[in-house]
C-alpha cells in the first residue's frame, strides 16, 4: 500500500533544531499540504521523508516499511523539485524517461511510458527540446511528468508552482490534482501558498518554527483552527485577533471588555472553563455583521480605508482604542470613510483563545 | 548595450580641443623627427615615447567623447601586446626570410630558402623530422597522462569532506615549484646511483637502476615529471567543474535511482566536458613548447629533443636565427591548425548540446 | 539517536556530495604521496650537506619513535637557509653575500607588478571584448591568444634586439613589460568568459538609474567577477614566478629574479649540484606562492570554470 508514516521525527543541524517531533500519516490517495511559511522546516520534513536528509530522531516509514537508513534510491518514491532539476543536457524525453532505466525496460515500452504521460501533461510537441528551450510552466510540467512516468511508492512535491506566474499556478494547479486524483498514491506538496494548500489537498499539515501546529481537512484548519498562529496564517484577509478580558460567562454568554467596549457575545461552551482572565478573540472579517445601531454585542468601529475588492468591499476600521478591524461586506452595502459601524461578529464564527494560545472549543 | 554613436563632429585639422587626434599626430611626428634627427638615440627614444603618449590620450580622449568604449578598453591590452608579443613575432617572421645569424652582421634576403631547408635538407630535415616526431610523442603522453591523473584527483576532492581544503594545497604544490628546482631534483630522485628510484628498483631486482639508459625510460622519466607538475592544473579545472554541477540534480538523480554510471554520463560529464577541453588546449600548447626539463634531465640525449628544444639550439647556441625562426613559424601553423580544430569541434559541441 | 560513528563522520554522511573521514584518510594519502617529490625537497633544504646525498638516501628528519630505521633518518639544521645569503663563494675566502636578498625581492617585485598591471589592462580589455565588441572580435581573441602558442626563443631574439636599441635590457621596466604581455593573453580569455557570464540587467538597471559606463564597471561588473580575478592572479603569479628562459636572457645582475639566480647558484663552481642550497632556496621561493595560493584557493576554485559551464 501506498502510504506515509512520520512518527516524531526531529532534524537538528548542530544546536539548530529545523524539525521538532513532527508526527503525520498519509494514506493512500491522500494529498496533504505542509503549510507554513519560509524557515518553518517544512521542506527539510519533506526532504527526510525522500532520504535527502537523514532523520536525527524518530521514525520515517513508507509503504509500512521503516526507511530511515535507506538512501532515497531505496525509498521508491518520485519527487517533484522546488526548481524542477531538470537534467540540463538531456531533452525532455531523456528527462521524462531517466526513471525508467531502473527498470531496464524495452526501449518500446520506455518509449510508449514516456508518449504517454507526455500526453496527459501536454508536452508531446517539446520531447525533442533541451530543458533550456521551453518555457517555465513547460519545465514544472516535464518535473510532474518524470515524477509519474514510473509507479512509485508515493509522491513529493517542493513548492511545485512557487515559480510559475498566478495564471499558470491556477491552471496548473487543476491539472496536478486531477493527475493525482488518478494515481491514488500517498502525496505529500510542501507549499507556503495557502490557496494552493486549499485547493488541493485533503489535509493540510501547517508548520512553525519545526513544529506542526495543526493537521486537519481545508475545511477544519478554517473553521477550526487550533491555535493563535493557526487562525492568523489561514484565510484571507487575515483573521482579526484581538486581545479581550473575559469577565464572565453564563448561558452559552460570554462578557468581555474589547477595545474599550463592554460586549457580550456568544462562545463556546468551553469558554466557561476559563477564569476571568486575558484571551484572545478571533473573528474573520467576513463573519461581521456591519449594523447602524449600537446593541448589547456590538463593536464601535470607524471606517477609515475602503478597498473595494469586486463582489465585495473590504473595510479598515478603527475602534475606540486604536486597533485596526478588518471587515468584509457585501458590495451592496454602502460605506463612506468616517461612518460609524457597530459590528455583529456571527456567534458560530467567533474563536476563543487561552492565555496559552490555543483555542478554547469543546 | 551602448552603441558607438558617432555624434561628435570631427573638429578642424588646427583646433586645440584634447580630442583632435589628428593634431595630436602631426605634432607628434615633427616632434619625433625633429628629435631623432637633432638628440642621441636615448633621448630621442624618450621624446618619441612622450610623443607616442600624447596621441595615445588624443585617440583615448576621442574614444570616449565619441562613446567608443571597446575601442578604448582594448587599446591598452592591444598596444602593449603589439609592443612585446606580435612585433617580435612579425619580425622573426621577417627575419625567417632572410639569411641572418646574430653573431653576424650580415644580412640577406633568400625568400623560402629556409623554410625548404628546414623541410627538406638532408642534414637539418631529418633532425627537425624527429623532433617533431618526438613533440607529437611528449604531446599524446604527457597530455594523456595529465589529464587521467588530473581528471582522477578531481574525482577524489569532488565532495565536501574533512580536511579537505589543506590536502588540496598539497596536491596543488607541484605546480608552483621553480622547473630548474624540480627538474634538477627529478634528475636526482632517478640518479643511478643516488636516487631513491633506483634504490627502490635495486633492493626489488638487485641490480642497479638506471632510467635514462633508453630512450623509453628517458621519455618517461620526462613524461612523468611533467605530468606531475601539471596534473594539478587540469585538476582544478575538472574540480572546479564537478563542484560547479548543482546539487539538486544528484538529488533528482538519487530519486530518480540513476546508476552512478548513467549519472556521471548525463549529469557531471556534461559539466566539465567544456573544462576538460579548454585543459586539453592549454596543456596541448604547452607541451608543443616543452623544452625546459629535456634540458634539465637529459639535455636532449637519448633522441629526446623536442622541436623547442631544437629551435632553441640552433636560434641561441648554433646562431642560426632566421633558421630558427623558419621553424618555429612551421610549428606555429601546426598549433593553429590544431588549435581552430578544437575551437570547431569545441563549439559544435556546445551548439549540438 | 545520533551515534558516536555517526558525529565524527565515520558513516556515510546524510548529505549528496558530502563525506567523512574516511574520504580524508585515501585522499590524505593519495595527496601525501603526490607530494612527496616536493616533500623531499623541503627535506633536503634541512639536511647536512654531508646527509644530502647518502645512499639510502635519507627520508625523515626524525625516527617517528623508531619507526623509521637510523639509515633513512637524517639530522635536521637551519644551516643552509643562512648559506643562500652568505657562503662561502670562493674556496679560502671568508663567507660573503651572495646577493639573493636582491634576488628575492626582484623576483617579488617583477611578478606582483606585471602579473597587477596585466590584470589591470587585461580585465579592461575583456569588459571591452565582453560588452563592446568590435569589428572582427573574435579574430582578435585568437591573436591574442596565438601570442602563448611560440616557444619563447622564437620572440626572445627580436626583443633582446629590441631591449637593446632602446636600452631596456636588464631593466625593471623591460622585463616587466615583457612579463605583462606574457600574462595578459590567459588574462583576457579567462575574465571576458567571466563577464560573458554576467547577466546584463542589473547594469542596465543602473544605466537607468543614470550610472556611467566607468560606475557600471567598477560598482556593478566587478565585484561579480572578483573570484574570477583571484584565479587569474593566482595562474597568472605560478607562471611568471617560476618563469626561467626570459628571466635568464633579459635580466641584468641587478634585476636578476630567482630561478636564473638558482640555476647559477647550483651550477657554478663546477663541484656538481648543491643540493641542500638548491633546494633550500626552492623551498624559501616557495613560501610566498604557496600561501597566496593558499589564501584564494577558495576564489580558485569557483574561478576557473571560465564560463565554459553554459545554461
Request: hydrophobic fraction near 50%; include cysteine.
Amino acid at each position: 500500500m501506498s502510504t506515509i508514516e512520520v512518527k516524531k521525527i526531529t532534524k537538528k543541524y548542530g544546536e539548530f533544531l529545523a524539525v521538532k517531533d513532527a508526527s503525520l500519516s498519509v494514506k493512500a490517495g491522500e494529498v496533504v499540504c505542509l503549510l507554513g511559511p519560509s524557515g518553518c522546516g517544512k521542506t527539510t520534513t519533506l526532504r527526510m521523508i525522500a532520504g535527502l536528509e537523514r532523520a536525527t530522531e524518530g521514525d520515517v516509514i513508507i509503504a509500512g516499511k521503516r526507511m530511515n537508513e535507506l538512501p532515497p534510491q531505496k525509498r521508491d518514491i518520485a519527487m517533484v523539485f522546488q526548481f524542477y532539476a531538470l537534467y540540463p543536457a538531456l531533452n525532455v524525453g531523456q528527462n521524462i524517461a531517466m526513471p525508467l532505466h531502473f527498470e531496464k525496460l524495452s526501449k518500446e515500452e520506455t518509449d510508449r511510458r514516456v508518449n504517454k504521460v507526455a500526453k496527459i501533461l501536454h508536452l508531446t510537441e517539446v520531447l525533442d527540446r533541451m530543458p533550456g528551450q521551453v518555457s517555465e510552466g513547460e519545465k514544472q510540467r516535464i518535473a510532474v511528468a518524470r515524477a509519474i512516468v514510473r509507479d512509485p511508492n508515493c509522491f513529493l512535491f517542493d513548492e511545485p508552482l512557487s515559480r510559475l506566474d498566478v495564471e499558470l499556478r491556477h491552471s496548473m494547479r487543476g491539472q496536478i490534482k486531477e493527475v493525482l486524483s488518478n494515481l491514488s498514491k500517498a502525496t505529500v506538496i510542501v507549499t507556503h501558498d495557502q490557496l494552493e494548500a486549499l485547493t488541493m489537498a485533503d489535509r493540510i499539515a501547517i508548520m512553525r518554527d519545526g513544529m506542526i501546529e495543526q493537521v486537519g481537512t481545508p475545511h477544519e484548519v478554517f473553521a477550526k483552527p487550533a491555535n493563535v498562529f493557526v487562525a492568523s496564517f489561514i484565510g484571507t484577509p487575515q483573521m482579526n485577533l484581538m486581545e479581550a478580558d473575559l469577565k464572565s460567562f453564563g448561558k452559552g454568554v460570554a462578557s468581555v471588555t474589547l477595545a474599550g467596549n463592554a460586549v457580550e457575545m456568544a462562545a463556546d461552551p468551553a469558554v466557561s472553563t476559563l477564569r476571568p482572565s486575558k484571551v484572545m478573540i478571533g473573528i474573520r472579517p467576513r463573519a461581521f455583521t456591519a449594523e447602524s445601531s449600537a446593541g448589547k454585542s456590538t463593536i464601535p468601529a470607524q471606517a477609515e480605508l475602503i478597498e473595494p475588492m469586486g463582489a465585495e468591499t473590504l473595510i479598515h476600521a478603527r475602534t475606540k482604542l486604536g486597533g485596526d478591524i478588518r471587515v468584509v461586506v457585501p458590495r451592496t452595502q454602502r460605506i463612506k470613510i468616517g461612518d460609524v459601524l457597530h459590528l455583529k461578529p456571527d456567534p458560530k464564527q467567533t474563536h476563543f483563545f487561552g492565555e496559552n494560545g490555543r483555542a478554547v472549543r469543546a | 548595450m551602448t552603441t558607438t554613436a558617432q555624434f561628435l563632429p570631427a573638429p578642424p585639422l588646427l583646433s586645440p580641443v584634447a580630442h583632435n587626434w589628428k593634431l595630436a599626430l602631426l605634432a607628434g611626428l615633427v616632434v619625433s623627427v625633429i628629435a631623432i634627427v637633432l638628440f642621441p638615440a636615448r633621448l630621442s627614444v624618450s621624446v618619441v615615447g612622450a610623443m607616442v603618449a600624447l596621441v595615445a590620450a588624443a585617440f583615448a580622449v576621442n574614444a570616449y567623447r565619441r562613446r567608443y568604449y571597446g575601442g578604448l578598453l582594448v587599446a591598452p591590452a592591444i598596444a602593449v601586446l603589439f609592443v612585446m608579443n606580435i612585433f617580435p613575432l612579425l619580425w622573426s617572421l621577417g627575419l625567417s626570410f632572410f639569411a641572418y645569424q646574430s653573431n653576424n652582421q650580415s644580412i640577406r634576403f633568400v625568400g623560402l630558402n629556409n623554410y625548404i631547408k628546414v623541410l627538406t635538407n638532408d642534414i637539418a630535415a631529418p633532425a627537425n623530422w624527429d623532433a617533431l616526431i618526438n613533440t607529437g610523442m611528449f604531446v599524446v603522453f604527457t597530455v594523456a597522462l595529465q589529464m587521467i591523473t588530473g581528471f582522477l584527483l578531481a574525482m577524489l576532492f569532488a565532495k565536501q569532506f574533512p580536511l579537505r581544503k589543506y590536502l588540496l594545497i598539497l596536491v596543488l604544490t607541484p605546480m608552483m615549484l621553480s622547473v630548474v628546482a624540480s627538474g634538477v631534483f627529478f634528475s636526482y630522485y632517478y640518479d643511478p646511483t643516488f636516487g631513491i628510484l633506483s634504490y627502490v628498483m635495486g633492493e626489488i631486482t638487485g641490480n642497479q637502476f638506471i632510467l635514462m639508459d633508453s630512450k623509453v625510460g628517458a621519455v618517461a622519466g620526462i613524461v612523468f615529471t611533467d605530468a606531475w607538475m601539471w596534473a594539478p592544473f587540469v585538476m582544478l579545472l575538472v574540480l572546479a567543474g564537478l563542484v560547479s554541477v548543482p546539487k539538486y540534480l544528484y538529488e533528482a538523480a538519487a530519486i530518480d535511482r540513476v546508476s552512478k554510471a548513467r549519472q556521471f554520463w548525463t549529469i557531471t560529464f556534461p559539466y566539465i566536458r567544456g573544462l576538460l577541453m579548454l585543459a586539453l588546449l592549454f596543456r596541448t600548447i604547452e607541451a608543443f613548447k616543452l623544452y625546459d626539463l629535456v634540458y634539465i634531465l637529459i639535455r636532449g640525449g637519448q633522441d629526446t629533443k623536442t622541436i623547442a628544444y631544437l629551435i632553441t639550439e640552433i636560434a641561441n647556441e648554433q646562431n642560426k636565427t632566421s633558421e630558427g625562426a623558419a621553424l618555429s613559424y612551421v610549428i606555429l601553423f601546426m598549433v593553429i591548425v590544431l588549435t581552430n580544430l578544437y575551437l570547431y569541434l569545441a563549439n559544435r559541441r556546445n551548439q549540438g548540446a | 539517536m545520533a551515534t558516536l560513528a555517526e558525529k565524527f563522520g565515520l558513516r556515510k554522511a546524510s548529505g549528496v556530495g558530502e563525506a567523512g573521514w574516511g574520504h580524508t584518510l585515501i585522499v590524505a594519502l593519495v595527496s601525501l604521496i603526490y607530494f612527496l617529490p616536493v616533500l623531499m625537497i623541503i627535506f633536503t633544504a634541512f639536511k647536512p650537506s654531508a646527509q644530502a646525498l647518502s645512499v639510502p638516501p635519507t627520508l625523515s628528519p626524525t625516527s617517528l619513535f623508531g619507526l623509521i630505521p637510523d639509515q633513512f633518518v637524517f639530522t635536521p639544521t637551519l644551516e643552509n637557509f643562512g648559506q643562500v645569503f652568505n657562503r662561502v663563494m670562493v674556496s679560502g675566502n671568508a663567507a660573503e653575500p651572495t646577493g639573493f636578498d636582491v634576488f628575492f625581492f626582484n623576483s617579488f617585485f617583477i611578478s606582483s607588478v606585471s602579473v597587477l598591471l596585466a590584470l589591470v589592462i587585461g580585465t579592461l580589455a575583456s569588459y571591452g571584448f565582453s560588452r563592446y565588441p568590435l569589428k572582427g572580435n573574435d579574430t582578435y581573441l585568437f591573436i591574442i591568444l596565438t601570442t602563448r602558442m611560440l616557444p619563447a626563443i622564437v620572440v626572445i631574439i627580436p626583443i633582446i634586439l629590441m631591449f637593446r636599441t632602446v636600452g631596456l635590457s636588464g631593466s625593471y621596466v623591460g622585463i616587466i613589460m615583457l612579463y605583462t604581455a606574457f600574462n595578459l593573453a590567459f588574462t583576457i580569455w579567462m575574465m571576458k568568459s567571466f563577464f560573458d557570464e554576467l547577466s546584463y540587467d542589473v547594469e542596465d538597471a543602473a544605466r537607468i538609474d543614470g550610472s556611467s559606463e566607468i560606475k557600471v564597471f567598477l560598482k556593478i561588473c566587478l565585484p561579480q567577477v572578483v573570484a574570477g580575478l583571484a584565479a587569474t592572479f593566482v595562474f597568472g603569479l605560478i607562471l611568471t614566478w617560476n618563469e626561467f628562459l626570459f628571466a635568464l636572457l633579459l635580466t641584468g645582475v641587478d634585476t636578476r629574479t630567482v630561478p636564473v639566480a638558482m640555476n647559477q647558484a647550483v651550477s657554478s663552481g663546477g663541484r656538481g649540484t648543491d643540493w641542500t642550497l638548491l633546494a633550500s632556496i626552492e623551498t624559501l621561493f616557495l613560501i610566498p606562492v604557496f600561501l597566496v595560493t593558499f589564501f584564494l584557493q577558495d576564489h580558485l576554485l569557483r574561478g576557473v570554470t571560465f564560463g565554459t559551464v553554459k545554461r
